[in-house]
């Protein structure tokens, strides 16, 4: 993987409430759907669950998820 994709997994789990719970649960399970180096996986299962928890839940990531939601229920954008 690249890290690009690293990061696209740090951002869902920001995003997304089940992921990021499931990520710190049972991370080897919710990691098993990627392809990952072993540095990678390491790398994502020493992040903070209480830092990654802080930072989903900061006024400028809150702002821009509601602003996503808004550009999504007006057709503007497709979130798939």
Known sequence: MTR???ESI???AALDEKFRHA???DPDATLSGFTLTKT???ALKAIDSE???YFA???GLLMAQ???A???ENGDIRME
Do not use: Q
């Open 4 to 6: 690009r994709a690293v």
């Open 10 to 12: 740090i951002g869902k």
């Open 23 to 25: 990520l710190f649960s």
């Open 40 to 42: 990678e996986i390491h």
């Open 51 to 53: 830092s990654l928890e």
């Open 57 to 59: 839940n900061c006024p």
């Open 66 to 68: 509601s602003m996503l």
């Open 70 to 72: 808004l550009h999504h």
